[in-house]
């Protein structure tokens, strides 16, 4: 951004903030209150642009010098997604079989990959670790609630994941989440991991995302369940407990997947021993994210599980 640029910036701030200070302010108060304002405002601006030019710094040093020792891994055209369930997304029908959900919570799991495939995407994700450390590159963790794991997207996936979304959980969405709007727009992929010594558990909470992806990597370990207490709209996310039926516990298995809504509330239980890594894929819709922020409609939509209820009582 050229200097012109900021002033430009700059100028459309101080209108904003002017425009909004009470009439009967003093011309003293009113420049020492703007004058707060900006300063703050610029050591903000500072601070993000700094961040951003890390990052991309950070970033160009990967494309750059990073050279993947499975290349095969980076092309969804060589993943070993499960046969059957590329025929049923094919064929366009739901087969229970194939897709499984539990106890009617919205919550499906279905068997997505060779357990063989999951130790060489883990070996690769450790393998870029090793490679930030030996270059001294500090790692941006996946998101702020796990510290440890990586953002497949910074080091090449993130082709291979958008076909991921295109052709395995998007058509899985017009399936089973028929209220999400497509298109599946835009992701963040990423990997978590839980160990005795590392993050142990995830307190309950929802993600940023329409639709997540979750799949079970490895490797040998005990625990680590994944609950889930029943999908909330953003009116009820934080102010109502789970009822008995929406309650769940699932076990992980390498290899499988499970696909459930960005406002599943769901909590990592604790693993007992070794360790445990997750591929995690949230898949966001514009036009999805645009109808739920609707901030002039407080209503709460048929999807959400405190709805039922309240119409339940209603009668
Ligand atoms: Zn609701």
């Given at each position: ?10 100028q ?14 003093s011309?003293e108060r ?15 601006r ?7 030019q ?65 130790q060489?995407?883990?070996?690769e ?32 996936f ?16 017009r ?21 005795m ?21 490895g ?12 999908v ?34 769901h ?22 994210y ?6 002039g ?19």
């Amino acid at each position: 951004m050229s200097e012109n640029e900021h002033d430009v910036e700059e100028q459309a701030f101080l209108e904003e903030v002017t425009a909004h200070l009470p009439s009967d302010w003093s011309d003293e108060r009113r420049n020492t209150y703007v004058q707060n304002v900006l300063t703050s405002w610029r050591k903000h601006r500072t601070h993000s642009r700094d961040e951003l030019q890390s990052r991309e710094k950070y970033l160009s040093t990967i494309r750059q010098y990073f050279k993947s020792q499975s290349p095969e891994l980076y092309d969804f055209k060589q993943w070993p997604i499960n046969e059957n369930l590329l025929a049923m997304l094919a064929r366009g029908s739901l087969d229970s079989d194939i897709v499984n959900q539990i106890q009617s919570t919205g919550v499906y799991t279905f068997s997505f990959l060779p357990t063989t495939f999951c130790q060489t995407l883990i070996n690769e994700i450790a393998y870029f670790e090793q490679w930030c450390v030996d270059n001294g590159l500090e790692l941006y963790r996946p998101n702020s609630m796990n510290k440890y794991g990586v953002i497949l997207d910074h080091f090449g996936f993130d082709k291979c994941l958008n076909d991921i979304v295109n052709n395995i959980v998007e058509p899985l969405t017009r399936l089973v989440f028929t209220h999400v709007i497509p298109p599946l727009d835009s992701h963040h992929g990423f990997i978590v991991e839980y160990a005795m010594d590392k993050d142990r558990k995830l307190d309950f909470h929802v993600d940023d995302a329409a639709v997540t992806l979750n799949v079970c990597l490895g490797t040998d370990f005990t625990g680590g369940q994944l609950y889930f207490g029943g999908v909330r709209c953003v009116s009820h996310i934080s102010n109502t407990k789970p009822r008995t039926d929406e309650e769940i516990y699932l076990e992980h298995q390498v290899g499988t997947a499970c696909i459930h809504l960005g406002n599943h509330r769901h909590r990592a239980m604790p693993i007992t021993s070794g360790r445990r890594l997750n591929l995690i894929l949230w898949c966001r819709s514009a036009n999805f994210y645009a109808v739920e922020n609707n901030h002039g409609n407080n209503t709460c939509p048929t999807w959400c599980g405190f709805h039922q209820i309240e119409k339940k009582e209603d009668i």
